[in-house]
């Protein structure tokens, strides 16, 4: 068996920046604490290409366990301006206005039904700074991955 222990998984199908686009498009985005904790996002072409990989190879030839990130990691606060600019850049309206909301509300919402679509787990995985080594993945893909503004290109492409 092979485990992938995903992080933020960006690109065509994803939620999450369809509804951060909608929120700029609204007014304001909003932001749990500061921002500070990190997410490493990975392309979702990379995501479904290692899964494709490990079933091609020998297991004896890698981990059985994959932490799926991309190739860099980035403080939510900082993802959401890059997340800006690559939309700008593609002619999208997006201007980013930060509602920084305490923690505390956000896991209310969470428990009360969803924060942003995000159930209380997954708030807790947003804001535990899930960092990790991509080489692994490179290896498993024998290639680099997909540049994070690339996979936010193919995301905002897709919203």
Known sequence: AVVFRPSY???PGDSCVPA???AMSEGAVERPGDGSYRVQPIAVADAASCVLAAI????SSFPSVFDLVGP????YARLLERLAQVARALSRPAVLRVR???IEEADRRARAGGYQGMLPDELDCLLCDEVSDPAPLASLLARPLTPLDEALAAAVRAA
Not at 56 to 59: F, L, N, Q
């Open 56 to 59: 091609e190879r020998p297991a």
């Open 20 to 22: 951060v686009l909608r």
């Open 100 to 102: 920084d909301i305490p």
């Open 9 to 11: 998984v960006v690109g």
């Open 72 to 75: 860099e990691a980035v403080s």
